[in-house]
């Protein structure tokens, strides 16, 4: 059974990675200086979007059990290693909370609610020691009722940016999942991953395995890797739009530069 030791331990490479592309990045800049100011080669060097990504339960912990038998820890995982390799592959920096079957309890801690405690401490502190990241967790939903299906988003208000994630996800989980049209929904404030996490986040609820149709879709790999690529595809709508907005923004504060308004408020934190 790892421990968060371990998993700790493989913090500092992924930060010693950063560094490495940061190093890379200014050798670059220096030699772009010779035809360009300080200024412009500092530009050069724009650190890795950070994605922290949760897959809930594991270990002694299976979350909900489908009505066919499988165990939402297990759909849970398999969609965030086919995201996360997505991710890896598309330039972004990918933390995990876990890469196994595991719960991620301290060393000593014994009795499963002291564990559980102990492994929803150690998650929360990894996604805190990244406040720069965007925060996905992935789990299934399950109800007493078997009609109820498809995948739906949970958000929280800690940031602005957290309702236009959730719409923009919910819409893409509609496109392959026909006849979802369930609505994005405010989290309470009650989950503990959730409460204090000030980065953008959300609660990605993938389906039902309540319900037959969706079970079956969450048992098999590759619509399991349908749905990883429709949250990379999300995310990366989610950053295209931000992007946007800056440009917009950007566009804006020039013409205003140009007309000769005062700039004052903009700059203003
Ligand atoms: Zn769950």
Redesign the pocket.
């Known amino acids: 059974m790892m421990n968060i030791q371990m998993l700790k331990n493989k913090l500092p490479f992924i930060v010693t990675l950063a560094c490495c592309v940061t190093v890379a990045g200014l050798a670059a800049g220096v030699r772009a200086a010779d035809s360009a100011d300080a200024a412009e080669a500092a530009a050069v060097v724009s650190p890795k979007q950070v994605i922290v990504l949760d897959a809930?339960?594991g270990g002694l912990d299976s979350?909900?059990v489908a009505v066919n038998g499988t165990y939402?820890?297990d759909v849970?995982l398999d969609i965030v290693k086919d995201l996360g390799a997505l991710l890896t592959l598309n330039g972004y920096d990918v933390v995990y909370t876990r890469t196994e079957d595991i719960s991620i309890y301290d060393d000593g801690v014994e009795g499963v609610r002291n564990q559980k405690v102990s492994d929803m401490e150690n998650r929360l502190e990894i996604v805190q020691s990244y406040p720069d990241s965007v925060f996905i967790s992935v789990?299934?939903?399950?109800f007493t009722q078997s009609e109820y299906f498809g995948g739906q988003m949970f958000y929280t208000t800690n940031n602005s940016a957290n309702f236009r994630l959730a719409r923009t996800m919910q819409e893409l989980f509609s496109q392959i999942q026909p006849g979802n049209d369930r609505e994005i929904k405010l989290i309470d404030n009650g989950l503990y991953l959730f409460k204090n996490t000030k980065q953008p986040a959300l609660l990605i609820?993938c389906g039902f395995l309540s319900n037959p149709n969706d079970a079956a879709n969450l048992s098999d790999p590759q619509y399991r890797k349908k749905v990883a690529f429709t949250i990379f595809t999300g995310l990366e709508k989610f950053f295209g739009e931000e992007a946007d907005d800056q440009t917009k923004q950007d566009v804006k504060s020039k013409e205003k530069k140009e007309s000769g308004e005062t700039e004052g408020l903009l700059y203003m934190q």
């Open positions: 809930g339960h979350g909900c939402e820890k849970n789990h299934q939903n399950q609820e």
